[in-house]
């Protein structure tokens, strides 16, 4: 009989064996050398927790607020796009997924789903949003995402250029090779890409946080933070939640794991905003390893994206897991609350 960890842990080989190649290598890879790729995923081991001992945990609630909501676990679903391309439910099945677990999505503004649609399922979501040279370009997107109910906008602030990746297939093909363009980019007005300005901005700053607030009247996560100083400037230009990331090594590639990165940013922030982190996180340990750290919640991206590939239940099965691999990750940390959690790194 498989367990559900290791269903879990099977999930990246499915995927692979599942998906054409240049689909999942697309999911899989990193950056260049994908120095950051690989750190990310081993860092989050390398934090020893201390468990607290004596203590009863017969009741543990890994309950948590955010922006105002409360959520049965701190475990969201990063931004990802071409979910289509791994199943043909997409974004709408991830949606439910999401839903039925009472999560919070974060909808990538490449989706390939109208965000009426995604709306619709009832799922609790956030709109993540690139900024182009010409801001009012983005304006129509993100009146779409409003309208649909999306409850926060993420900006996301690590992506002046994409960086650049390798194809790893044996065929060297690349995923725009095999997949429709049609699957990308539907919230956007026709003609989007052509228009001058269009381009991912190259001059970002704070003010664009005071900007996308009020242009949707959202709280602003700004998305992709590694430095202390930069968690204050987002924070004074009043971010409403500060993410830490590394786009899950697909950027920067000589950029810090986030399990690094993030109590420095913790600390910076002294409670004004949430904080967010991403990368790596694979299983409730390192859900539970980023509580201890000080973050609010944890998301995942590829797990999702792996999940999706069985549908609205294979991600529905994920988040289970995840949840209920954090619970007993408590109870062994002595840890009753996401409160509790807070420094289990220092003994
Ligand atoms: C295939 C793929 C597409 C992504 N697309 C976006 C995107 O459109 N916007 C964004 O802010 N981040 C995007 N990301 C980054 C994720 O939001 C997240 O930061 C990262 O995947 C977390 O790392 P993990 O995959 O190790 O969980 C993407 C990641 C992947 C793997």
Do not use: C
Request: net charge negative.
């Amino acid at each position: 009989m498989t367990t559900d960890a290791q269903w879990v842990a099977g999930l990246e080989e499915r995927a692979r064996a599942a998906l054409p190649s240049a689909v999942f290598d697309y999911l899989r890879q990193g950056a260049r050398d994908e120095v950051t790729l690989d750190r990310s995923l081993t860092a989050w081991r390398e934090v020893a927790l201390y468990p607290r001992t004596l203590v009863d945990v017969r009741e543990v609630d890994p309950a948590v607020t955010l922006l105002g909501r409360r959520h049965p676990a701190p475990i969201g679903v990063a931004p990802t796009t071409l979910q289509r391309a791994v199943h043909p439910e997409g974004e709408r099945a991830m949606a439910r997924a999401v839903a039925a677990a009472d999560g919070v999505l974060v909808v990538s503004s490449n989706a390939g789903t109208p965000f009426a649609d995604i709306g619709a399922t009832g799922v609790w979501w956030w709109v993540q949003a690139y900024l182009p040279t010409e801001r009012s370009l983005a304006e129509p997107m993100l009146r779409r995402a409003v309208a649909a109910g999306a409850a926060a906008v993420v900006l996301t602030v690590d992506t002046p250029v994409v960086g650049t990746k390798y194809p790893r297939t044996e065929q060297g093909d690349v995923v725009w090779d095999v997949v429709d363009p049609a699957l990308l980019r539907v919230n956007f007005d026709t003609g989007y890409e052509d228009a001058p300005g269009s381009e991912k901005a190259l001059d970002l700053g704070p003010r664009d946080i005071d900007w996308l607030r009020s242009v949707t009247g959202l709280p602003v996560v700004v998305k992709g933070v590694l430095r202390p100083e930069d968690a204050a400037r987002a924070t004074e230009a009043g971010a409403a939640a500060v993410w830490v990331s590394n786009h899950g090594g697909r950027q920067f590639d000589r950029a810090p794991s986030t399990a690094a990165a993030l109590p420095g940013v913790v600390q910076a922030v002294q409670g004004r905003a949430e904080v967010y982190v991403d990368g790596g996180v694979r299983g409730g340990l390192d859900v539970l390893t980023a509580l201890a750290l000080g973050a609010d919640a944890a998301f995942v991206g590829r797990p999702a994206l792996y999940a999706l590939h069985e549908g609205e239940s294979g991600v529905s099965r994920l988040l289970a897991e995840l949840v209920a691999q954090t619970v007993e990750s408590m109870r062994l940390a002595g840890a009753v609350s996401v409160a509790a959690t807070r420094g289990l790194d220092r003994s």
